[in-house]
């Protein structure tokens, strides 16, 4: 089940955490995975540790706000493997409010531009580059990493974060609306709190978490790996919230 043999895959700001543990499941479920990341460097990390494990990826530097920076990534990213067949949007922007909780009265509007650029252009960016090939080859799978910061009000200081989010979790619906009838599917994960670098901190979260642990990027990666798949055809325009059972609505 779940065997993503003979697909090409394409992780964006997959050069740590989340993005690289999705890659490194890709990858370990047999797809080919062009790892992107802004930081060129980072993605090379994440293609060495793939190699490593004895799975198959390239390096692709981009920047998914930029929507000819992305084009070309892409089209580059065809011409060493053929196509794009799975595509997770990954790469994400906090803004500010993780690390100082400003609200939203209190804002700036300059800060609030990284965060709706990269979790929601991004998206959009991404998705346009690779959609017409993949409606084309009547196959194609579109993952959005989100979070429940985009479907539920949470906390104080991350109001232009959750506006990118959930714009993206929209926009995913009608993507997914449009090229139901042509094989590709579209759905977001939104995913509930991450361990932090701090053991109290992540402690701390995991209280609040039925499971009673805060969650891995592989834990991630095994979600993106069952939407990746052949499996999954009937599954699209859905939001799934993956956070350890956390009650979000
Ligand atoms: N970590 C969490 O607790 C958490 C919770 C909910 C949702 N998320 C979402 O999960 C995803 C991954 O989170 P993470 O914690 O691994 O993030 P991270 O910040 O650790 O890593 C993101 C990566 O994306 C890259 N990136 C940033 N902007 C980019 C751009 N414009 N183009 C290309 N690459 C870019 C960065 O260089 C970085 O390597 C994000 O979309 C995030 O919003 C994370």
Same mark, same amino acid.
Do not use: F, H, W
């Given at each position: 089940m779940f065997d993503l043999h003979?697909?090409?895959?394409?992780v964006t700001g997959a050069g740590q955490n989340v993005g690289a543990g999705i890659a490194g499941v890709l990858a370990a479920r047999g797809a080919t995975v062009a790892v992107n990341d802004l930081r060129v460097e980072r993605a090379e990390a994440t293609v060495a540790a793939i190699r490593d494990a004895g799975g198959t990826a390239i390096a692709v530097g981009f920047d998914? @706000?930029?929507?000819?920076d992305v084009d070309a990534g892409v089209r580059w990213v065809e011409g060493q493997q053929g196509r794009v067949d799975?595509?997770?949007?990954? =790469?994400?922007?906090?803004?500010?409010? /993780?690390?100082?909780p400003t609200q939203f009265r209190d804002s700036e509007p300059a800060s609030w531009r990284g965060p709706v650029e990269v979790n929601l252009y991004g998206v959009m960016n991404c998705s346009r580059a690779v959609i017409n090939p993949m409606c084309e080859r009547g196959w194609g799978r579109i993952i959005t990493i989100a979070s429940g910061a985009g479907t539920t009000g949470l906390n104080i200081?991350?109001?232009?974060?959750?506006g990118g989010k959930g714009g993206a979790i929209g926009f995913m619906r009608h993507l997914a609306v449009e090229n139901a009838r042509a /094989?590709? *599917?579209?759905? *977001?994960? =939104? %995913?509930?709190?991450m361990g932090m670098p701090d053991p109290k901190v992540t402690e701390?979260?995991?209280?609040? %978490?039925?499971?009673?642990? *805060? /969650? @891995?990027?592989?834990?991630?990666?095994?979600?993106?790996?069952y939407l990746a798949s052949e499996e999954a055809a009937w599954m699209t325009?859905? @939001? %799934?919230?993956?956070?350890g059972g956390a009650v979000t609505t």
């Open positions: 003979g697909k090409v895959a394409l998914v @706000t930029d929507y000819d799975i595509l997770v949007n990954n =790469a994400g922007n906090g803004g500010e409010g /993780g690390m100082v200081g991350v109001s232009p974060y959750a /094989g590709v *599917t579209a759905n *977001t994960l =939104a %995913i509930g709190l701390a979260m995991a209280r609040q %978490i039925p499971v009673g642990r *805060t /969650g @891995t990027p592989d834990d991630i990666g095994y979600a993106c790996a325009g859905q @939001t %799934i919230q993956l956070n």
